[in-house]
């Protein structure tokens, strides 16, 4: 229970009957759980057999219990650099909101119009950590932890075509970085982000006890 | 210097000429500089032009400034799976050394052998940040992962050969661990992951004070 | 016939029409067969066309001959790391069991909770040969490769996205273990690691008389 | 002659005795001649065969034709992200010398420090072509393509490790930046870069005579 | 809007309501966009919700706004190797148009028969810039390249199977093209050689003035 | 201990002055080691140090203790395709000898000459264990899989150029290969085939006491 | 008309509805043509439209001629590895047809049975050309250039999974032959080897007039 | 002896001592052998050992027999791309001399400059086959293969760099070459392009008797 959750699925790999075993084995069980990488398709099918599931399809998540109360003090930005990032971004906040952790949300001020980004400058600099996602050539992390000095987690996304490599160059450009510091999850991957985001600000209030 | 440095040089793609220039620029600005990612024999070079810098081989770094007082309270454990991980263990520890963090080193504690890192349970449970380090497989931070609630930044290293992809396996491997929230950085990054705990101790400080 | 069957039909690459053909072509040689790969699409065509046949759908498998007795005195522990890597470990027990080998499995007991796994250290001892599944970081196989001295074939599996890379990523992680001795079969191919386990099993039997 | 010179010789694939007979020839056949991809220590090696050949070693080239008056009215910005960058951009400067182009160097004003590059931003607005340097993770293209107007080519140079990928994550990423209408060429090729210059600059001169 | 919208929308990677949101958006705003990327059926959906939009099937591209008047002198030729690399160049044609640029199209004169692409040297004299489009091996830049001296920008296709790598192939070939000064866009980024057209032409004109 | 050696050391990635520390450490626990990967320059130096060890320098290791008596009874039958392959197998056979196991080895029998494998088929059959070692196209493996029925491990080795891709083809090849139940390891690593059949062969005495 | 045919269509990345305009360009203009690449969806759309010609499914090709009387009097034998290779020997053959060149066929005779393809060695010997067909290790080829001097056109096919990369392993394998003198086409290129062939067989029947 | 040599050595992966001892039993066998990718200095080290042998320091090739009357009436035609490539021309012509084949060579007439190629039509018309060696982005083959008839083996070469990817972008781009019936060999691979002449050659003879 240490990470925020009793149980966490991840759906994509798994059949909507697999997915049907599972939670109801957990319900049973009577433990929370999150479930990630659900497919519209199978939210449709499983929401006629568990009507009381709270789904999200933005996020393609679904759990068993109400958002927590607000846990922790410290705040998260969620920043994407276009709009279609977003759906990482919700992946992100869902798991943000489940762990009870405040956040604020900046989408679509990638680099291609640095003004869309300058503009959030004072906004940014209240979060004690930043999420920043992007697709194509993933250079909004660079640009940010140039300019910030908080923990900066960068996603990379699979939006773009053709040498975007269904994501893996903003990961390998995220990674090799000439900004210092920046760390990276796996590709789309908004639940571990929120999850390092997590475990960052446990640190913190821990330390502030 | 908001980063902790006046100025920081990458040594690797630089020849001794351009390192020296760039070092007589800097002395006579009089700016603190840290540099990374020097081969032995360009320190031998750089050593006999200043030899009034401080110089660290088994690191492969250069700096002109002694190190300061430790400024920050809480620390760092470096993990590293086997002994061939060391020197890179070593550049992310001359990094915290510099950025005034306290640390502790456990080299050579890797999976293969799972009872070695059992033994320092309680000893990784008392740092604030967890650098773990491997090659090969790149198995470690799953573990550290599953078991831990710290933050974990993980670096992958070229040690290996054939399937090891010069460190892009371990990459790989820790980008899609299933130990939720783990972050990565570059392979043989230990300057970047000093960086990134760097980002996450100032923050634990700023919001104690 | 040396390697346990007459014939293995390997369905995935064949339309239904080429299987249709392949079978009909073996029942009138009276022939045994065993077909593997196949979808569970296919499977709903062929049992039309042959209600005699027994499938599989949780292995994918079909064949036109009973369960031999178990002609083998020494077992197979079957592990996987995950939930979604089982399908594969069905394949592998498909064939383990028309080869009349007997097997335990023990399913969902990968590293990021490494206790589950110590929780089976005695009754993975007692078999002669560990058929070790996973996907994502494929970090399994070490863990248990550092802790047992019997012969362990590793099966990385397609589970997992981004830098898993289709099971490339613990295909990888699998070869280049840490951990002595471990050899490794094709992603996702748990018909070729009973197969493996066949021919050691055999060599055991064989010596034994 | 069409494209600036008599004879270009591409030197990095050539062993010295090659470039001495191919230099030979050109020379008895009364050509001029330029000749790019020159490791410093061949050019000690032909230093000493050809005294009355130019060198340049800071952009591995060499010449049998002194620097022709400036031929073109309009300039070219040549921009790099780093210093380590600047080898690359000096065998495109040559190369517009050469053409009798004129040119202006901005050196290390990559998206790290944001600000170094918007204290060139008028100097930037006065040539017809921007020829942008990068290494790493390629960035800077996608910050100057979303300001400027101009015509931008991109040069992905070698510079970074792991995952830089010897120059492809920064060629990826260029291709695939989110500013419109950017082009690209080969990792390190200065030379190309300026020939492709070049190409528009005769285009503009040609419409205004 | 310096670059000749107000909005350009990528709609590869957004769902249908997606696009709907975003140009709902536009129009209040009383945005003029250009939206390029459409499936087929994409555009038959938002046919439905927008009848007063121009659709383009042969280019996948839709706008709000009709064909500018032709406010640029100079044209560009757009050429491609084969017949399936036509629907490449209609997504460039359409980007000119929206543009006001003029242009002249020659589909499926590649180098397997080089009479076919030798029989229009006189017309392609005349463009100012030259797009050229390619799948399969990319060799068409190289021919072009070695005969004229205009601008020369290289679009690869995904046409092609096995090696052909999905148009990385030509991608790479038209890099390392032997012809010199050729620069490179994405994968079957029409729109982007449009766009680089763009700028080029812009230049021209502007030095004209 | 368990696994034959009291400690394994790797010796390609370590420096000679690494490789030195370890082995005084080692050799005053009084521990029984043994060292592969040692280039043969690195040996020159470490025989320098200990005149005492046991180096070989076909294979590439040193031991500090004499071979066992030979503790198992079955052997393995050590074959390689080209005689480029040798080395590989000489890694092999030293790690069978310090093991105790009692092995043959068939050098430069592959497939483009298949007479010569023809040749040895008597032999090969009285071997519990064959380890089938081939670079280039990796072909020899299925052969000898498709006649004998013993565990076979395959070794892919880095011999060949090109396509050869530094041992990944025939390591993909042996993965993929139509022959049933071969197991594969690294690169290579003749090493871990030794081990892998010392697991094999351990089983079998095991199973005969 | 000098390589056998008026026109060459490759189907595959065209729509249906650009087939349909080329079909009818070519039989207005009274050319004969072969398309291969034909989808048998795409056959039954086509065969609505144009009844009247040629189609054959197997191996996905249309005409709109007779097949020609053999024109040539050596012939091809055409061999495949497994029977999920068949489909591409099909395309082979269907060339080879249309180009009046007789031929045998041999399938399913690979190297996993290695007495399947012995039992054929007298017929082989016959042909003036040998068409080798083989996916997963592709290893064939290698023993067929082993045994005959003649003509060898090795053909990848994309059967097999994982490893087998879609027809990349037994393409690497098949480049890098330890058998001399073995030519190869693209992955799963029946047609290609066909032309091959037809170009070694015109040259033979040219010498002997 | 079939196929013209009684032995063949590949040099590259055997050390001076593995070559010394192979030649010493070739030559005790009174066998003769061929010996190609010899490094100029390992050419250096053998020629001390053995001066009676044949070295060919331009084709890196030895061998103990003096070249055979020319014993094939047909003519082969090697032509190169650029000068760089030559060396792989080399060592094809070297094979084509110790085989007894006659041959003419074409060095550095690539399609950047397509007039130098147009200049030599008729001359390569003669030819029975056309070896095409071309490195970079390897587009020759597919202009010699749109405009000849003659069976063409294509050979990419190493040279280039960046996207040139070591020669596998011109060997991708010459397997899917859009000319028909074009095979390819390995990267570099003169020998083997020769050795395919040779097979279809002697089938050219063998017919004419
Ligand atoms: N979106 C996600 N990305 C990465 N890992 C996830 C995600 N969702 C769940 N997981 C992890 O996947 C593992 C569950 O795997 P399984 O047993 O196959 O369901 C747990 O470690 C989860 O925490
Ligand atoms: N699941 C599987 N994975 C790998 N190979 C298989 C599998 N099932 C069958 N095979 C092999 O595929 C080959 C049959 O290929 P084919 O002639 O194309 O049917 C035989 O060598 C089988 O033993
Ligand atoms: N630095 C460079 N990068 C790319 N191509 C170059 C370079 N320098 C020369 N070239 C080209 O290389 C070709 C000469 O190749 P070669 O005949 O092998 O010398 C010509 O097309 C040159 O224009
Ligand atoms: N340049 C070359 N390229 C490819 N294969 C070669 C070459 N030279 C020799 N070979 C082949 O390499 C094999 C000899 O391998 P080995 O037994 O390791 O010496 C034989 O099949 C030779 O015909
Ligand atoms: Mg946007
Ligand atoms: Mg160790
Ligand atoms: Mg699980
Ligand atoms: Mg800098
Ligand atoms: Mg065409
Ligand atoms: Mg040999
Ligand atoms: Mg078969
Ligand atoms: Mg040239």
Request: with cysteine; aromatic share 10%.
């Amino acid at each position: 229970k240490r990470l925020g959750f009793d149980e966490v699925i991840y759906g994509k790999n798994k059949s909507t009957n697999q997915l049907i075993d599972i939670i109801n084995l957990y319900k049973n069980k009577n433990l929370n759980f999150f479930c990630t990488g659900l497919h519209p398709e199978k939210i449709n099918e499983l929401e006629k057999v568990f009507p009381d599931l709270y789904f999200s399809r933005e996020s393609g998540t679904a759990r068993n219990f109400a958002y927590p109360e607000t846990k922790i003090s410290n705040s998260v930005g969620v920043i994407t650099a276009g709009t279609s990032d977003a759906q990482v971004a919700y992946e992100a906040i869902e798991t943000l909101r489940v762990l009870g952790i405040p956040f604020e949300k900046y989408i679509d001020i990638g680099v291609a119009g640095i003004h869309r980004f300058l503009h959030y400058l004072d906004d940014l600099r209240n979060h004690s950590v930043l999420i920043v996602i992007a697709g194509m050539e993933g250079a909004l992390p660079s640009v940010v932890g140039g300019i910030f000095a908080q923990p900066i987690i960068a996603v990379p996304t699979s939006v773009g075509y053709g040498t975007a490599l269904s994501g893996f160059t903003p990961l390998f450009a995220m990674l090799t970085s000439c900004a210092n510091g920046i760390t990276v999850v796996n590709i789309d991957n908004g639940f571990g982000a929120a999850m390092a985001a997590f475990r960052i600000l446990q640190q913190i209030e821990n330390k502030n006890d």
